[in-house]
């Protein structure tokens, strides 16, 4: 089955901890995004990639680091420098043909801080 | 920068009632789209939008593509407990950069 896989669902951060969250997608698709979603509110984008080995900050990339050596792979290292982690964080994929492509999204992984 | 706004932010409502939402833009989108998100889960595409007054339909969802390209509605008929979750509007970025635009979600709650 293709698709967007996410790992784990819970992670659990401690103070001064970096962790990675993992995002993979079988659907061969060029671009990748990660998301934050805190209650009541909208998805913010953190970081995206249109193409393996290049990757643009969004509206809240402080905090966080990305890599893309691989298509099929994006993940995301929370820093100990993001102050306020605790979020459900959202990898989407969608093909590159134009401007802008459909988000496929994957089920999330929400982080808590100890 | 590009906004989308929704409302209602929250709705609670009797199972069988029909649900009208909406999404504002100050500027113009030419595609408009429509997720649900369910609890603890990333979110789905129900429609997508392309063309200005376009009406679409999916079971018992519809959405339309206001004419003016600044705004667009999602109704549900009868709905139904599953109905319950996070619906986002969302639009491409004025940038060429593949990059979406969301709303703030709307949450609807269905009453058994």
């Known amino acids: 089955d293709g698709g967007i896989t996410q790992s784990p669902k819970y992670l659990f951060r401690k103070e001064g901890q970096n962790v990675t969250l993992s995002c993979e997608q079988n659907l061969n698709h060029d671009a990748m995004y990660w998301y934050r979603q805190d209650p009541g509110q909208g998805l913010r984008l953190i970081y995206y990639s249109q193409i393996v080995n290049d990757f643009q900050k969004g509206d809240i990339a402080e905090g966080y680091s990305v890599s893309r050596e691989k298509k099929e792979s994006f993940p995301l290292t929370v820093t100990s420098a993001q102050k306020n982690p605790t979020a459900f964080y959202l990898c989407?994929?969608?093909?590159?043909?134009?401007?802008?492509?459909?988000?496929?999204f994957g089920p999330g992984t929400r982080l808590l801080v100890l | 920068g590009q906004q989308l706004n929704q409302s209602p932010q929250s709705m609670f409502i009797q199972e069988g009632e029909d649900v009208s939402m909406n999404c504002t833009s100050s500027s113009i989108f030419n595609t408009w789209l429509w997720y649900k998100q369910d609890p603890g889960e990333g979110p789905v595409l129900l429609i997508a939008?392309?063309?200005?007054?376009e009406l679409t339909s999916n079971g018992r969802l519809t959405a339309q593509f206001g004419t003016t390209r600044k705004d667009s509605f999602l109704n549900i008929s009868a709905s139904i407990p599953s109905d319950v979750g996070i619906y986002f509007c969302?639009?491409?970025?004025?940038?060429?950069?593949?990059?979406?635009?969301f709303g703030q979600g709307t949450t609807l709650q269905v009453k058994p």
């Open positions: 989407a994929s969608s093909i590159v043909r134009g401007s802008w492509e459909t988000q496929y």
């Open positions: 969302a639009g491409p970025g004025s940038s060429n950069t593949g990059k979406l635009i």
């Open positions: 939008l392309y063309k200005a007054g």
